[in-house]
């Protein structure tokens, strides 16, 4: 039978797997615009949950669900993570809280599993991971229905997601034109694979060197590469996690207001099963003996913040003198306590983006966007590090929107995410907040002007591809507007024009263009001279240098 234990290793069986292949699942995708790559995404969120399973013996199955289910909410990233998770919630729902995994139960994960991921997505597309998923729990709850044995039920699973993944460039134009299969939907496929393994023969997947990169990667994109001033009050800071007690009526609002009493930056986040604690406090074993009448402690923390400040600034000065990265800054945040009833999250990258948004009045920038998506977890620390009651979040990029709602549910905070999928519409969004107004009314208006805003982008292509009617070479200059190429080049400055050339209209009044990282000073100055030249005089153009990665021009119209 299928017990905690086994589940665990199957669910590291099946990171494990995924992580291994994530190459391959990153070739299939066929937008060439360099981006975060399902693959490297759905890897990062299953080690995000890894590393907390790890931790476990002796569960049952339900438990191990549970924590499955919580790791993969906090650690998702990208659309295809933010679906995956959502997948293995509905998959704990169905488990329950039973000792073992039987044909019944397994079934009605599968189902409340693709229910919770379709339910998700605002306009569902078929021919992608909900297409396989949902074939999948087809064939379980038939497999089921039929008396098979809970072995039976998932191999069922297995050969349903095959053949819904193998049809699924029927479903989508632009795979059966680039001959490849649904990315996401052979994620999900490497997933079960790497479970059943270990529920049939008990041969656990081990990690090779593409999962160890993995691991790398992440700790890379979450190094600070910037120096912070902070006035530290109290000593040490205190995390950990609550496994609460059957038996204890005691609600989670009392710890937090024994906490307020001995420390400050205090954020209590509870769902039925934990609390997760965060303090700031020179008495941490009194927190922790409190904590320790509401249930059993696990993943405590306890850090000297006063040494971590001076090795700190010991460290930036040292990473002055070698060039900047890109860099999630995320793991920084502190969480504070409202002194305001609004504020403001923004995603971006690059210094210039940085400060433009701060500038506009955004209270805490979170380092992202293409190629670099943050995770629910990076962004619910950067809502908690905000100071107010409700946090605006914008994630101007499509991919970053859906872990960003994941944020909501578990924010101690009001969080409201506008669907910002450019930095421009980040940008209008933000100069159409009205302090008179009320919540909701800015929502709507700051949305509603968002989406006036026409908006261009000028990157490479990272592969070779058919797409939208282009033959592009890897290497190529890619123009694009409202998410289709419309322009292939190897000119920079004619790239550029000839993006403008389709944006402006005669009824334009504001040109913004922001410059990237990669465009050397001397070009960028000729571009320039080009712009003003021939707009100057019809509409205000602002130049901005916003120093971010992967696109050489943004630029948007209105």
Do not use: W
């Amino acid at each position: 039978m299928i017990n905690g234990d086994i589940l665990r290793d199957a669910l590291i069986s099946a990171a494990n797997n995924l992580a291994n292949n994530r190459k391959q699942c990153d070739d299939l995708n066929v937008f060439p615009v360099p981006d975060g790559d399902t693959g490297t995404n759905m890897s990062m969120t299953l080690a995000n949950s890894v590393r907390e399973l790890e931790k476990l013996s002796g569960e049952t199955a339900g438990k191990i669900a549970s924590v499955n289910a919580s790791a993969l909410l906090r650690g998702a990233r990208g659309n295809s993570g933010v679906i995956t998770s959502l997948l293995f919630r509905g998959f704990a729902k169905g488990i329950g809280k039973d000792e073992y995994v039987t044909s019944q139960n397994l079934a009605d994960a599968f189902t409340l599993g693709v229910e919770a991921a379709y339910k998700a997505v605002m306009k569902p597309t078929e021919g992608t991971i909900l297409t396989v998923s949902r074939v999948a729990s087809e064939y379980a709850v038939k497999a089921n229905r039929q008396g098979l044995d809970e072995i039976g039920v998932f191999e069922a699973a297995i050969e349903g997601a095959e053949k819904a993944l193998a049809e699924t460039p029927e479903l989508l134009p632009q795979l059966k034109k680039a001959g490849v299969v649904d990315a996401g939907g052979y994620g999900f496929v490497l997933i079960l694979k790497g479970m059943l393994s270990v529920f049939k023969d008990g041969v656990m997947i081990k990690s090779t060197s593409a999962s160890e990169n993995i691991e790398e990667e992440e700790e890379s994109s979450r190094s600070a590469a910037g120096e912070f001033e902070t006035e530290i009050t109290f000593t040490y800071c205190t995390e950990f996690i609550v496994n609460r007690a059957e038996e204890c009526e005691k609600e989670p609002s009392e710890l937090r207001g024994y906490l307020e009493t001995i420390g400050d930056c205090v954020v209590v986040v509870d769902d039925e099963e934990i609390i997760k604690v965060h303090v700031h406090t020179d008495h941490p074993g009194n927190a922790i003996e409190n904590a320790l009448t509401f249930g059993q402690l696990v993943h405590l923390k306890i850090e000297n913040m006063r040494d971590q400040h001076e090795r700190a600034k010991h460290d930036a000065q040292k990473a002055k003198k070698k060039p900047a990265k890109s860099a999630d800054l995320s793991e920084t945040f502190t969480p504070v306590e409202p002194t305001k009833p609004v504020g403001f999250v923004s995603v971006c990258a690059g210094d210039g983006l940085a400060e433009l948004f701060k500038d506009l009045g955004v209270d805490t920038v979170v380092s992202g966007g293409q190629t670099m998506n943050p995770s629910t977890d990076n962004i619910l620390k950067a809502i908690e590090a905000t100071p107010a009651e409700t946090v605006f979040v914008l994630p101007n990029n499509k991919n970053i929107i859906m872990a960003a709602e994941q944020a909501i549910k578990i924010s101690t905070r009001k969080v409201i995410v506008l669907h910002t999928r450019t930095i421009p519409q980040g940008i209008t969004a933000m100069l159409n907040f009205d302090p008179d107004a009320d919540n909701e009314t800015n929502a709507i208006e700051m949305q509603k002007a968002a989406e006036k805003i026409a908006t261009g982008q000028i990157t490479f292509a990272a592969r070779d591809s058919e797409f939208d009617g282009h033959s592009i070479k890897k290497g190529e200059l890619m123009a694009i507007t409202g998410g289709k190429i419309t322009y292939v080049d190897t000119d920079l400055s004619k790239t550029v024009m000839k993006l403008l050339k389709q944006m402006v209209k005669k009824d334009s009044e504001f040109i913004t263009v922001i410059t990237g990282a990669d465009v050397e000073r001397s070009q960028a100055r000729v571009i320039e001279e080009q712009i003003m030249a021939k707009y100057g005089s019809k509409a205000e153009v602002t130049m901005i240098n916003g120093g971010q990665p992967v696109y050489y021009y943004i630029i948007s119209v209105e």
